[in-house]
């Protein structure tokens, strides 16, 4: 899958240098990762926050002096090295050679330097921390390669993270075989759709569940009622970046997710659109998938979001190459219900990458693409955050709702509906 000339290879990179994902693409490898537990410590437990549909948890950055500073870190399972902003890499004296030190609940981190990313880059002008959080600031990623020194559990009901040493304590739910890239932490998991099994990589900093275009296609083929629209709404939506992924991308409804036995029923998830459009994947392979995956050390189908992970206590046992999941509920196959639009951030505001369509047919009438997405129901959208905008365009089917757009300096009102997806 990895074979590619030159050229290929340079206009892939090139190409996935300038993504948003989920996962933002990190260093490829992890080294020197030091962990420090306080005397007879086994485990310690955070809170987590929600923010944009991903969890932040509290991490104190020791600066050269000494003195620390307190912030809340991006959760990313997806990503394999710490992602710092500028400004707090270069306070943490991490371009002066300085390594990485972290206090996380009482337990000491030491990354080399070398492995901590600068930034996390930015698409079409914008900081890439900014655009999934504004106005929320976040500013480091907790990462894979981190988190696998520990035996991790993410308990969404009690909105906590724990961390203990492998086997320290029993572990709750039904186990599961996973596999770890060593270099990278990142975690697969074989899963089973119909008659299929497909590797998955477990992604708690990821909203959603988005698979690669070309398998959605293939059982769309066999299957398709399990087509819900195309364009990414809702949740689904969890770039706003101007890509094809979502714009072009095609929300399904599986009936069933088998994980291990564990089985997840009505999950939504979303078909990325070909990134390189219908020509340049078909002459180079699915451009984003194939080189998100290295990172993980194998080809995969897509990550599993929080629309699943949700639903679970999951515990990680990195050493032990084991997952175990206890079941909190059910996936809601109502969760992307409501205006179907695409939408890109522009800035502090919002506008319309696309429209949702359903048998070739739009969704909602009346708005254009490139529209800004002022209001929705006198409520205005500048400065609000990716999670408080879908919540505002949330709407059960036949539910109205109302859209103040501006068109070329032309303001425009639009009635609309929900739609269920």
Same mark, same amino acid.
């Given at each position: 899958?990895?074979?590619?000339?030159?050229?290929?290879r340079?206009?892939?990179?090139?190409?996935?240098?300038?993504?948003?994902?989920?996962?933002?693409?990190?260093?490829?490898?992890?080294?020197?990762?030091a962990?420090?537990?306080?005397?007879?410590?086994?485990?310690?437990?955070?809170p987590?926050?929600?923010?944009? %549909?991903?969890?932040l948890?509290?991490? =104190?950055?020791?600066?050269?002096?000494?003195?620390?500073?307190?912030?809340?870190?991006?959760?990313?399972?997806?990503? =394999?090295?710490?992602?710092?902003?500028?400004?707090?890499?270069?306070?943490?004296?991490?371009?002066?050679?300085?390594?990485?030190?972290m206090?996380? %609940?009482g337990?000491?981190?030491t990354?080399?330097?070398?492995s +901590?990313?600068d930034?996390?880059?930015?698409?079409?002008? &914008?900081?890439l921390?900014?655009?999934?959080?504004?106005?929320?600031?976040?500013?480091?990623?907790?990462?894979?390669?981190?988190? &696998?020194?520990?035996?991790?559990?993410i308990?969404?009901k009690?909105?906590?993270?724990?961390?203990?040493?492998?086997?320290?304590?029993?572990?709750r #739910?039904v186990?599961?075989?996973?596999?770890?890239?060593p270099?990278?932490?990142?975690?697969? +998991?074989?899963?089973?759709?119909?008659?299929q099994?497909?590797?998955?990589?477990l992604?708690?900093?990821?909203?959603y569940?988005? *698979?690669?275009?070309?398998?959605?296609? #293939?059982?769309?083929?066999?299957?398709?009622?399990?087509?819900?629209?195309?364009?990414?709404?809702g949740?689904?939506n969890? =770039?706003m970046?101007?890509? =094809?992924?979502?714009?072009?991308?095609?929300?399904?409804? *599986?009936?069933?997710?088998?994980v #291990?036995?564990?089985?997840?029923?009505?999950?939504?998830?979303?078909?990325? %659109?070909p990134?390189?459009g219908?020509?340049?994947?078909a002459?180079? %392979?699915?451009?984003?998938?194939? /080189?998100w &995956?290295?990172?993980?050390?194998?080809?995969?189908?897509?990550?599993?979001?929080?629309?699943?992970?949700?639903?679970?206590?999951l515990?990680?046992?990195?050493?032990?190459?084991?997952?175990?999941w206890?079941?909190?509920?059910?996936?809601?196959?109502g969760?992307l219900?409501?205006v179907?639009? /695409?939408?890109?951030?522009?800035?502090?505001?919002?506008?319309?990458?696309?429209?949702? /369509?359903?048998?070739g047919?739009?969704?909602?009438?009346?708005?254009?693409?490139?529209?800004?997405?002022?209001?929705?129901?006198g409520?205005?959208?500048d400065?609000?955050?990716?999670?408080?905008?879908r919540?505002?365009?949330?709407?059960?089917?036949?539910?109205?709702?109302?859209? &103040?757009?501006?068109?070329?300096?032309?303001?425009?009102?639009?009635?609309?509906?929900?739609?269920?997806?």
């Amino acid at each position: 899958m990895y074979k590619s000339s030159g050229v290929r290879r340079a206009l892939v990179i090139g190409l996935a240098a300038g993504l948003l994902t989920a996962c933002l693409p990190p260093p490829s490898q992890v080294s020197r990762v030091a962990v420090v537990w306080p005397d007879g410590g086994t485990s310690v437990t955070l809170p987590m926050e929600r923010a944009s %549909g991903r969890w932040l948890v509290p991490v =104190a950055f020791r600066r050269p002096d000494g003195s620390e500073r307190r912030l809340l870190a991006w959760l990313n399972m997806g990503a =394999a090295a710490p992602i710092l902003s500028q400004d707090l890499y270069r306070a943490l004296g991490l371009a002066e050679g300085h390594d990485l030190l972290m206090d996380i %609940g009482g337990v000491s981190v030491t990354v080399e330097a070398g492995s +901590v990313k600068d930034g996390p880059g930015s698409v079409d002008g &914008q900081d890439l921390f900014g655009l999934l959080f504004a106005p929320r600031t976040v500013e480091a990623v907790l990462p894979a390669g981190v988190l &696998q020194h520990f035996a991790v559990t993410i308990d969404p009901k009690t909105a906590s993270l724990t961390l203990a040493r492998s086997g320290a304590s029993r572990s709750r #739910g039904v186990p599961v075989p996973v596999r770890t890239n060593p270099t990278t932490g990142i975690t697969v +998991v074989e899963a089973q759709v119909g008659d299929q099994r497909i590797p998955l990589v477990l992604d708690v900093g990821a909203p959603y569940t988005w *698979l690669r275009g070309r398998t959605v296609a #293939g059982w769309l083929l066999q299957h398709p009622e399990w087509r819900r629209a195309d364009g990414a709404v809702g949740r689904a939506n969890l =770039a706003m970046a101007d890509l =094809a992924l979502e714009r072009a991308g095609t929300i399904i409804r *599986l009936p069933g997710i088998d994980v #291990g036995g564990v089985m997840f029923r009505d999950v939504g998830a979303l078909g990325t %659109g070909p990134l390189g459009g219908a020509i340049g994947d078909a002459a180079l %392979g699915e451009i984003f998938w194939d /080189t998100w &995956q290295v990172d993980a050390g194998e080809p995969v189908t897509g990550w599993l979001g929080n629309n699943v992970l949700d639903t679970v206590r999951l515990t990680l046992d990195y050493a032990a190459g084991t997952s175990f999941w206890e079941r909190l509920g059910s996936a809601d196959p109502g969760d992307l219900d409501g205006v179907g639009l /695409t939408l890109v951030r522009r800035d502090a505001g919002y506008a319309i990458a696309a429209v949702a /369509t359903r048998d070739g047919h739009p969704l909602v009438s009346g708005v254009e693409v490139g529209d800004r997405l002022l209001q929705v129901d006198g409520y205005p959208l500048d400065g609000l955050a990716p999670d408080a905008v879908r919540a505002k365009l949330s709407a059960r089917p036949g539910e109205r709702r109302r859209l &103040q757009l501006d068109r070329a300096g032309t303001s425009v009102t639009v009635a609309t509906e929900g739609t269920r997806f």
